[in-house]
């Protein structure tokens, strides 16, 4: 077994909502008091329904939301206590890749513009380095040197969904949150996203928190599964060994449709 990367524990993230001042308070409870951990080298997918928290558990563990209780912690060091500054620091070593990778490109930057700024914010090369690694990540990802002159709406969804992983390996990560990264892709674009992001992991060396509803992306990709349900973990297990052999009622509804 590979060391632990990730450790969260007793994670929670509370939202009080009232329709009207006097209104009595609705508390949602979008990740209630869940531990797991992450070892290095592995993919663990978290699954679970739309609004069962998986989302905000990645947000979380990246500090891109604060939680209200628990502690995550990085290659041995708790994250949720450190300052900003440090966090900073921390974040070439932990990206994220989004769901809709357009909307977090700026459509008036050219590719090779915004493959490069994360190249300067963490001065992973010199400046004189900078036009040769973005023409690396490029091709690494699968696309062209030439591509880098253009802009985000002469792209194809697939391709500026390469762009994002580009820029989230850029900084040399260890860890990356895959964040339903190909759940608003074409079918026929889906298992190319897939094959690169496997064959990067195998490359760089990386470990994936992959967040999905889809499970037949995440039984083709993951070594091990979260079953997350209304805020909490379920279950958990190896991959086939869970699909065979849920034992939770949510898990084998939820798994009954894979064959």
Do not use: W
């Not at 994670?11 to 990740?31: M, Q």
């Not at 909490?232 to 949510?250: F, R, S, W």
């Amino acid at each position: 077994m590979n060391r632990i990367l990730l450790t969260v524990e007793n994670l929670s993230k509370h939202y009080t909502l009232r329709k009207g001042l006097l209104s009595p308070k609705n508390v949602i409870k979008a990740v209630d008091h869940i531990s797991f951990e992450v070892y290095e080298g592995e993919t663990l997918g978290l699954i679970g329904e739309s609004g069962c928290g998986k989302t905000t558990t990645g947000e979380l563990i990246l500090r891109l939301n604060r939680s209200d209780t628990g502690k995550i912690c990085f290659l041995g060091q708790d994250i949720t206590v450190i300052q900003e500054k440090e966090m900073r620091e921390l974040r070439k070593d932990m990206q994220i890749i989004f769901q809709q990778s357009q909307e977090t490109l700026d459509p008036k930057a050219t590719i090779g513009e915004l493959i490069a700024a994360p190249l300067r914010l963490h001065a992973i090369v010199s400046k004189n380095e900078i036009a040769g690694e973005v023409v690396r990540l490029l091709n690494l990802v699968g696309l062209r040197s030439k591509d880098q002159y253009k802009h985000t709406y002469q792209l194809s969804g697939g391709q500026k969904q390469r762009v994002g992983i580009a820029r989230a390996i850029a900084s040399r990560p260890r860890f990356v949150v895959c964040d339903e990264p190909v759940s608003a892709l074409d079918i026929s674009v889906q298992g190319q996203i897939l094959n690169l992001l496997m064959d990067l992991k195998k490359e760089l060396g990386l470990t994936y928190l992959f967040i999905s509803h889809d499970l037949k992306v995440v039984q083709h990709i993951c070594d091990r599964i979260a079953v997350m349900y209304r805020g909490q973990i379920v279950e958990m297990g190896e991959t086939m060994e869970l699909i065979d052999n849920p034992k939770h009622g949510y898990t084998k509804k939820l798994f009954q449709d894979i064959v």
